[in-house]
């Protein structure tokens, strides 16, 4: 049975509106956490190669959660799993703050880990919009919710300029400031409109994942969201930490890491436009190439202007990159099949995410920020092959003359 099915034209759009600003909502939380976890870090952490690890720790708690949360949500539903995962975030917002008051680093690692279980439900957003939604709306689905975070890409580390210091120990208020934006989510959640599993979705299982894993579209589709993400969330944990060694003071840095998020979704009002007229493999690749912009622009100074522009260029390959891997995504898998498929998929983003935003509080921190870029080019050039592979593969499985 297709979710989309018990869904009317306007419980779609309802529930585009009510996910996207949940998104909003997501990364006000996510975009202030990447601003003020490294620097809480680096003000807490016994070793300064350390400072990231607090960030690293809130990826690898939603690496772990992705697979359950999905499969979870298949059990009770979209809706309240989504909202059992912010109710998480109130929980991990409370232990950083308690980190912060009690200058207890690995309370400080705790508390994000648990704020990343919360974050990895919230990566379900646009998955929930898509599979209520006609085929034909779907990447559109995609794309709308995901320009939500445009919202929170201006709130987030705006808000968080004033709240960083409202209380007497840093970043405390930063901290506790994000539970409204949970409380929010949670009411927003409590309004959408998508069915329950029935039974017999509960019960289907559809084909092998292994099955599911082999298939060209599959392969290309997690390693443009996962390696992509991965290349984005690499150089963007160090920029705060880089800017601050270059002198640059913390304001700067908020504003170009609220550029950077603004440029992460401002592009998905017309993504999926773009998807559906050009088709899903250039968008993909225009992505890839953005990347390779954006590592040469940070390589050729070190004034704001270069990390704004190498920041904004790597948000827009991003954003090509997330949204054509998961509309790619959305052709692989049955519907009985979704949970194991987004769980693998949402697995392997977030796998390579706490890889990349360890390696690169090591890397920035020992090596300079020169070296960061140059570690992420290799990466950018898997991806541009796997890209062209695809390209060629859906050449070769065309029929003559079609």
Known sequence: MNSSAGNTLGDVRLNVGLLAACQ???????STLIAINGLAGLKLAPYTS?????????????????????LHMKRVGRRAGLMQGSAIGIV??????????????????????????????????????????????????VSLVLAGGLVGGVIGPTASRYTVDLLEVRFVGAYLALIVAAVVTIALLSRIRIPNPSAGEQAATGRPLSEIARQPKFIVAVMCGAIGYGVMNFLMVST?????????????????????VVAMFAPSFFTGGLIKRLGVVPVLFAGAALNVVAVAIALSGIAVA?????????????????????????????????ARAQGTNEQAIFCMMAVSSFTSGLIVTNAGWQNVNLAALPLIGVVLAAIIWLWVTQRAARPLGA
């Not at 690293?56 to 949360?69: E, Q, R």
């Open 24 to 30: 909003a909502m997501l990364f006000t939380i996510n």
């Open 50 to 70: 350390l400072a990231t690890l607090p960030v690293t720790c809130w990826i690898i708690g939603a690496a772990l959660v992705t697979m359950p949360a999905s």
């Open 92 to 141: 991990g917002a409370l232990i950083c703050a308690a980190a912060l008051w009690t200058q207890n680093f690995w309370l400080l690692c705790f508390g994000a880990l648990v704020y990343g279980a919360s974050n990895a439900y919230g990566q379900y957003y646009r998955f929930a919009a898509a599979d209520a939604a006609p085929p034909d709306f779907k990447p559109m689905a």
């Open 240 to 260: 705060p930490i880089a800017m601050g060694v270059c002198g640059h003071p913390y304001g700067d840095a908020a504003f170009v890491i609220s550029s950077h």
């Open 306 to 338: 270069n990390f704004w522009w190498s920041l904004v260029l790597l948000g827009v390959g991003w954003n090509f990159l997330y949204i054509g891997g998961t509309t790619l995504l959305l052709e692989t898998y049955r519907p009985e099949e979704r």
